[in-house]
């Protein structure tokens, strides 16, 4: 398997192209790990996520980078796969309209059988029960409870008792936390993309541009992604 | 939602087409749900499986039949996906080379979210851990696990409680056991698909035509799939 042939070990990284599982992709290179970035097409709207993805799996000298198409737009349900209103304003309370049910554990899943076919030793995820936008597969009590499920499916766990740990980084940091650490690691946030819309600039007015300019704001640094010179 | 549009509860079967997941079809709809079949098209060679599934999805006057296609062979690690020798005799112990990772971890998740789209109450999975072909993820412990962190994803348990169960039918039933049970349900066997590679009749010698001409001997029954005058 691929480990095999290189000297560090292996880490998957489901790396969106956003700002967490882009701060997340330097983390796991800076501990010391071979990065398998792992990304997926599944209808999104904002496809400019998947070239942000690629520029910044290069930053991190990924040993590879697989983009698993899922047309996740079949079971419908989210205004982020279908033509739905993305909302501009925070919405009222509750589960928000972006949400496409079950999402990370799709995605957990496909990589933690990735990660078994490469013979990685972790899988790291952005999420942050912190800034969760309501979304409850980005809780721990969630990643727990994969954990448990993603063992027992894994023919690795069953064989050898090594279990493949999907690691959270982020679990207990606020976006801007998010946004110091990443700084403090090198960090080119000029690379990642955030907008739910894909246009050629950000729309500033989504959710995801919010959230992204109050992280910038809090942290007191401007985003590079705005600056006119990029 | 769609199931406000039917009197009866919807329930998600996940469908490949073949025997199991068949039986467990006509086991849903006759315990008096409206199906809501759920099919992958993850690049696996027998893809006469999907022709079979669509058949069975008529069969058991489904409401709807959604195909969601998924690359699974951009995770490789499968002889099912890519170009590696499919075995035609049982291979010595342990876990076979047609074992995809975490494939039922992957399809369940995507039916969880599926059936929260579409208001069903239960999702239906052909799984047996008699005969599981050395799959951990058919198993009963892997099923429990995968439950707890279905309900901890899921936006409806987090918002209400309700949780949406996996039920597995035929989780402690031989293939045997499960072609009696579908017999008495009235299942029609010529609808189904098994063997791995897709030829126009069944090879007869793959490990999955194997499985089933045991099984129909041990019931003593004909294949009807094998019948000449079909």
Known sequence: ????????????????????????????????????????????????????????ARAVDAVE????????????????TGDGHIPTTPEPGGIPSTW????????????????????????????SQVDYSGYPDCRGEFLAAYQRAADLASKQFVET????????????????GAIQLGLALGVDYGLTWSCYRGEAVPCGVCDSCRLRAAAFAAVGVPDPLLDPRR
Do not use: C, W
Not at 13 to 42: C, E, K, N, Q
Not at 65 to 80: C, Q
Not at 103 to 122: C, D, K, M, T, W
């Open 161 to 176: 008792g090594r279990s493949i740990p999907v690691v959270a980084p982020l679990l207990y940091l606020s976006k801007a």
């Open 1 to 56: 398997m691929h480990a095999q042939t290189h000297e560090r070990p292996g880490a998957v990284v489901l790396l969106s192209g956003g700002l967490d599982s882009t701060t997340v992709a330097y983390l796991a290179r800076a501990s010391g790990y071979a990065i398998y970035a792992l990304s997926f097409d599944y209808g999104q709207r904002h496809r400019r996520e998947l070239e942000a993805a690629a520029a910044v």
């Open 100 to 127: 496409v049910p079950a999402r990370n554990h799709i995605f957990l899943a496909v990589a933690s059988g990735y990660a078994e076919v490469v013979g990685a030793q972790a899988v790291y995820i952005g999420v």
């Open 65 to 80: 980078h697989r983009v698993v198409r899922i047309d996740l737009g079949a079971i419908g349900g989210s205004s982020l």
